[in-house]
């Protein structure tokens, strides 16, 4: 577009040219004018854009929306924005850069679902993409051309042979054992559930990943992954202080990482990237230590010439693991801790489900699913009720213009489906801030149509669905359901004996969102079961033992914030 390409065609040396033959002051005059025409030409465009595309507020030259708005949380406000214009589609101009939020399950379920093939690539990002991740990594890959499409499929096929439906079906035992711990590690150190939820989650998929799990809560592999996590994830929410100006002119990427305070220091020159060392070098050493055989790592360089596979590739197909894994996986729990403790009738017809089904000598296993709807409704309520990728993860952008209820929606929008307003609709969750988990029990008065036989939207759409959700919806099956069967969650105390109240509204600023710290009360239902606990606990570590092994890398030593 015109101000975009006017910094590019912009040379030093005409300028200098320019001034010593017209002179300084007439040279910033046909500069300022040639600017002002520019701006004039490009708002022209824009409003014009914005009179096809679905409602909105009104966008200011160059800046669009970005001042208004909010500091925090802006999918709320979204949602009211959505309610206001009453259409499911709004559209919110970050910078120069008209984004497409979606707020509605049908409205979702018809562009994202229904139109997969069309709304199934990623819109250029620099933040996320360019200055994280890498923009070919396959979370973030363009699928404009068939040679993107194809490199996507191969990509996603192996990501399949990883996190598969199919495949992970091979992990339960691990994946139960790992569970197992948690309950353990929550009888001596209950306070504590935050670090056993990141080290499960953690593990497992360091296991999948590398035949190596992760048995110390302080492990940095935790602490230094998260972070970064953390970090993409405070970054990415559209706001005031987002990075927006890089979007809407890539070329302020370009500038050094020391003279660009917009950068947040990202990408500093020579050092971009170097995640991706740090993973590929844990793949590396996975790949050449003997046993594991079936590890990711291992398959992804049996499969390297077949797929041609670039070492990039294969640190972000191993590292995808771990950033799309843990984080999320584990403040999915940490909501499932808060949602047990703020709404605790709700977990009355759980135990009696799970002490009718289950009895304390034993835990819940996956064969008891068909025979705990209750539970299976529980945690299908956890997806729902705060669903950690609030605004499901990455923008989807269509690969050629489309038109929805006469709106357009032009080629590469980001379109961003806001899962807050999804699963906050009343018409489809009536007093949508109460877990209720009957919401998900078929024929009950509390079920409502929604599109789709999940019942959520918890983990994004079409042809990106995310591809561990089989992973996610089993552990988070397994731990939940372990969780209820052996502990009580009630209200901590303070020092002068009052109960410490939570806050169901108290969450992190991230696109992955998780509750802000929170005390509670943690103890085993009953002697039996801590007894069962303690067995259970005591057989998962020896049968873990085999993944038992050490790193010799450190995250950061390759990753360093300049
Ligand atoms: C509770 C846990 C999880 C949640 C809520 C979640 C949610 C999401 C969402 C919303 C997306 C974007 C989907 C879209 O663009 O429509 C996504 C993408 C993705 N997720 Fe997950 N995820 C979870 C766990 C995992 C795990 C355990 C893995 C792998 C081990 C994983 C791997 C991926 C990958 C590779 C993508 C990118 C897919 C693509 O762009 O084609 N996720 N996830």
Known sequence: ?????????????????????????????????????????????????????????LPLPIVGNTFQLPDVKPWIWFEELSKKYNSGLITIWIGRNPTVWVNDAWTANELLDKRAGIYCSRPRMLVFAELGAGQNNLVNLITTTQAQRERFRALRKLTHQGVGIQQVKRY???????????????????????????????????????????????DPIITEVIAVMHRAADLNVPGKTFPMLMETFPVLAKVPTEYAPWKHGLGARGKSHRGHDFFYSLAQEANEKPGHEDCYAKMLFREKEKYGLRDKEISALAGNLFGA??????????????????????????????????????????????????????????????????????????????????????????????????????????????????????????????????GYMTFGWGRRVCSGQALAEQGTWLTVARLIWAFKVEPAVDASGKPVPVDIFD????????????????????????????????????????????????????????
């Open 1 to 57: 577009m015109a101000i975009e390409q006017l910094f590019d065609v912009l040379p030093l040396h005409y300028l200098q040219h320019g001034i010593s033959k017209f002179g300084a002051v007439n040279v910033a005059l046909a500069v300022l004018i040639t600017a002002a025409l520019g701006v004039l030409g490009d708002y022209a465009w824009m409003l014009y854009l914005r009179s096809k595309m679905p409602p909105g507020p």
């Open 172 to 218: 339960r035992d691990f994946q139960n054992d790992e569970s197992k711990m948690v309950a353990y590690d929550m009888l001596t150190t209950p306070e504590n559930y935050v670090k056993h939820f990141e080290r499960y989650a953690t593990s497992v998929v360091s296991i999948i990943g590398f035949g190596r799990r992760v048995g110390d809560p302080n």
């Open 325 to 454: 894994g843990s984080d999320t996986s584990s403040s999915t729990l940490i909501t499932a801790i808060l949602a047990m403790r703020a709404f605790p009738e709700t977990l009355i017809p759980a135990w009696e489900e799970l002490d009718r089904v289950v009895g304390p000598n034993r835990s819940p296993s996956f064969d008891d699913d068909l025979e705990l709807p209750y539970i299976r409704a529980f945690v299908k309520e956890v997806f729902r009720w705060r669903s950690v990728a609030i605004i499901g993860g990455q923008p989807h952008a269509p690969i050629q213009d489309d038109y929805y209820n006469g709106y357009l929606i032009p080629k590469a929008t980001w379109v961003q489906g806001n899962v807050w307003a999804i699963h906050h609709n009343d018409r489809e969750f009536p007093e949508p801030d109460r877990f209720n988990p009957y919401r998900f029990i078929k024929d009950h008065p509390d079920a409502r149509p929604f599109p789709g036989e999940r």
């Open 507 to 562: 969450y992190t600023n991230g696109l992955n969102m998780r509750p802000e710290p929170f005390e509670v009360k943690i103890t085993p239902r009953s002697e039996e079961i801590r007894k069962t606990i303690i067995r259970e606990g005591e057989q998962a570590l020896a049968d873990l033992a085999p993944f038992e092994g050490e790193t010799k890398y450190r995250m950061s030593t390759f990753y360093k914030k300049s």
